[in-house]
């Protein structure tokens, strides 16, 4: 079992920034990859970022040169650091990691509240 506890999301204007934090407790050292997802009201769920061990990171289109995914493997800890924020970024985020013990497994955090004011 992983377990997330994200922090970071708050309301900012429109071209502001926010640095979400995502620490992971559990079978850390399985984990394969971690990033973030977003949802907006009405929405489906989608990929803003992550980051896979030994092969990189991976940005939707919407955040590309905007947002910045980095991982501090010592601490288990995954950030997302947001730039220039529209108000179509206001979404709940959430934490995703993935673990491979063999099979693979996904977790979820239960997400931080990111809105932009226009």
């Known amino acids: 079992q992983v377990q997330l506890v994200e922090s970071g999301g708050g309301l900012v204007q429109a071209g502001g920034s926010l640095r979400l934090s995502c620490v992971a407790s559990?079978?850390?050292?399985?984990?394969?990859?971690m990033g973030w997802y977003r949802q907006a009201p009405g929405r489906q769920r989608e990929l803003v970022a992550f980051?896979?061990?030994?092969?990189?990171?991976n940005y939707a289109d919407s955040v590309k040169g905007r947002f910045t995914i980095s991982r501090d493997n010592a601490k288990s800890t995954v950030y997302l650091q947001m730039s220039s924020l529209k108000p179509e970024d206001t979404a709940v985020y959430l934490c995703?990691?993935?673990?491979?013990?063999?099979?693979?497994?996904?977790?979820w955090g239960q997400g931080t509240q990111v809105t932009v004011s226009s």
């Open positions: 559990g079978i850390i050292r399985s984990i394969y990859a």
């Open positions: 980051n896979t061990n030994g092969i990189g990171s």
């Open positions: 995703h990691v993935r673990i491979n013990t063999g099979p693979v497994f996904d977790f």
